[in-house]
């Protein structure tokens, strides 16, 4: 079992940037694809990124595309979420997720992935 935890959260104004942590512990992450996701209060789980485990092919919530950048160095086992111009609606607690990338499936459910850590919170206010 791979054990994450989230750091880099905070708060931050409109149009500045953050960089999420998942580093990774328990086992190599380098066969498993990492996923960030994200809640806000009364709202479901959502995708905001994910990367599998070769780091070519990523995959963006349209919300993010253009903002936001995920990367992974297997090497350090560790995951990076590169914020940008952020907007009070990312406001959220971020989460990790990893999951055994075996198949071609586009893995955007929070059901599909086997590990979580427990969240950083990102605040977006003036």
């Known amino acids: 079992q791979v054990q994450l935890v989230e750091s880099g959260g905070g708060l931050v104004q409109p149009g500045g940037s953050l960089r999420l942590a998942c580093a990774a512990s328990?086992?190599?992450?380098?066969?498993?694809?990492m996923g960030w996701f994200r809640q806000a209060p009364g709202k479901e789980r959502d995708i905001v990124a994910f990367?599998?485990?070769?780091?070519?092919?990523?995959y963006y919530a349209d919300s993010v595309k253009g903002r936001f950048t995920i990367c992974r160095d297997n090497a350090k086992n560790t995951v990076w979420l590169q914020m940008n111009s952020l907007k009070p609606e990312d406001t959220a607690v971020y989460y990790c997720?990893?999951?055994?990338?075996?198949?071609?499936?586009?893995?955007?459910?929070?059901?599909?992935?086997?590990?979580w850590g427990q969240g950083t919170q990102v605040t977006v206010s003036s």
């Open positions: 997720a990893a999951r055994p990338d075996y198949s071609s499936s586009v893995y955007v459910y929070p059901n599909q992935y086997d590990c």
């Open positions: 328990g086992r190599t992450i380098i066969r498993y694809a």
């Open positions: 990367i599998r485990q070769g780091g070519l092919n990523t």
